[in-house]
């Protein structure tokens, strides 16, 4: 399925939820959606037929300045095509519908995305930090993160 | 033809018999058994396996790998040192029993290696948490060079003192000793004492006290 | 001759407790610095709750910092035991940004390095998973092979096991003359060791006993939790990207996707896992003897092709099949040298999320062969 295709047939379902789609040569296919319905318009991408993503390939948070994004490339193994779904929220209240119970997959990358970029994924049963120690100060992928000069005592820049 | 004719010989020690300092002895038979700790990071230990297999034949300095820090060694440092990970090196070296070594093996634990600039999470040199005896360089080092470390290694063994000479030791330090002797004669004789007094004879003749 | 009597034991009085032991970060067992903190009770385990982190090495931030052609080396320290593989989707996806193709004979090159990398890496996975299980010989004769295949490489790129010999719009340089006398000794060498490999490891009876029915993955499951790589193909689902999303020269040689069959015990089980890499291994020296044809000799510069300037606008997902897994970066780039968001997609990380659910219910000792079945690199799954 083409991805104007599964535009169309997001439109038809969720409306004004659905907010673009981005065809520019360079980038691949995405979708924008608005964060407040997420987890039903996973639902639908997963389960409904002819769409049938049932592969979650990536979850990445991704800083753009004044927000925040959340980018999720799917893949579909029965029809063999995949899609970019994206989200975009803002910096100061960063909440983003958790999808780890439709794919199990984003349970750690969410947690991750959590830990690095500080978005905070609402639902998840566990958003605890996974790759930094759990007393770590800021998000460091973030563009405005400052290299801390002392971590339990030992000096962090060289 | 025994060997006390031989010895009677000072210049014929012939080939069974060397001469030299305890230390030397101590010394030799420490540098060529080395056990370490199965203990790996990142990159490197993927060059030290391969030092440690077929090809390369790591047991040949006598090395044998011990998975509890309380029986090494000394420690491979193989790989980046993260500030998570930071802690619990620290902690497996005071556990290690003395006399102790590190080698750091690869830039990452030198000085932070590729990540010295951008790494938030990388501690810049394993050395500003624990001593290290032997730095080798290489991002990772060949096992050549790993081998060489470890000859480094073996020599530092190999010329180390383990007894202080008196004569080197400042006065206060013999000062120190010397009462250290004198207390540990008192209790010797307080205990003895102790000992004999509350010794059950019973039963037993002619026990020399 | 004593007399075997039952003893009636009243049970219902006896106290038990789960107890929670710590596996890691510093043990031989768990390939590198993972931690398991391991729920058990008496040998059973009850819970497994991986803590990952301790190898992070910020490779995200380090990428926001650096040129295009300056990551390369970074992306080679992800997954260390097979840099190759790590530097084609990564090149691929920036090639596909800047809208630049290579020739054939290049992308030949950089698959039979992809390749020959693939069975470095599965050598040094049933090589530490024979170690898991107790077999010590493996290791031994796998890491001899292993050394010849990191012998040609050194000799084309100049450097032993992270080689940046991938280049943007090219490569590094050409092959050397002598090159393909060089792989016809590995391919030969390979298959007489991995004919040997399965007597020693893989029909031994000890071995298939500690490994079959242990940790079996359901295919529902594997898809759901985003599994890829050998763990999912030992559950039976037939899914390589380099047959259904072809890059590079995959599209054009003939090779076999395998997957695993339930020999010893269950479909999906750890040996399963550990013989879909043995036929794997077998798949990537048919590949490197057909692309090894594709190699002509001719006087191309393979470094005519890189770009001078490379700054591209555009995003996309750019993903391989890494021996692990579905390795995919994701690259954002605003029109300047450096991008503006570089995301690793790891299979490690993935597979390893799996972990508590394939391991409860097994005993203790079993947990150790699932982790290994699994084969984890910490340098990927922290990054």
Redesign the interface.
Known sequence: MLPNEIFDKLKIEFGEEIISLNEDPGYEPSIKVEPTNLVDIMLFLRDEEGLEFDYPSCLSGVDLGANLGVVYNLYSMKRAHKITIKVEVPKEAPDVPSCELVWRSFDWHEREAYDLLGINFVGHHNLTRILLPDDWEGHPLRKDYVQPDYFHGMKVPY | MGLLDRLDNPYDVGDNIFLGTVEDVLNWGRSKSDWYMTFGLACCAIEFMAVNAAHFDFMRFGCIPRPSPRQTDFIIISGTVTLKMAERIKRLYEQMAEPKYVISMGSCSNSGGPYWENGYHVLKGVDRIIPVDVYIPGCPPRPEAFMDGMVQLQSKINHQAIFRKRKEMRPEDIAAIDQRQIELKKLRAEYEAYRIEHLDLTGVDNVAK | MSEIRDVAIDLGNVHTEHMKLNVG????STH??LRLMVELEGEIVVDVVPH???????F???C??NTYTQIV??VD?MD??NSMNNELPYVIGVEK?L?ITVSERIEAIRVICAELDRIASHE?AVATFGMDAGAFTP???L??D??KI?WVLEKLSGS???YNYIRIGGLMRDVYPTFKDDLRDIIKTVRETNAEINNLLNDNKIFVERCANIGILPPDVA????ASGPMLRASG?R?DLRR??PYSIYNKLDFEVCVGTGTMGTVGDSWDRNWVRMLEMEQSLRIIEQAMEMITDSSEDVRAGIPKRIA??????S?AENPKG?L?F?I?GDGKAKP??V?G?SPC??NL?IIP?ISKGYMFADLIIILGSIDIV??EI??
């Open positions: 970060p510093q043990h031989p590198g610095v990952i982190g301790y190898l992070h090495r910020c995200e931030k380090v926001e910092q080396p970074y320290r260390y035991v940004l809208g040094i290791f031994l004769y890491f001899r292993r050394e990191l032993r096991l992270l898809i759901n939790y985003g689902v899914h259904v999303d591209p606008k555009g995003e996309l997902y993903r579905e995919g994701y954002v503006q968001r995301k997609r990380y993935v999320s659910e910490l340098g922290d990054r």
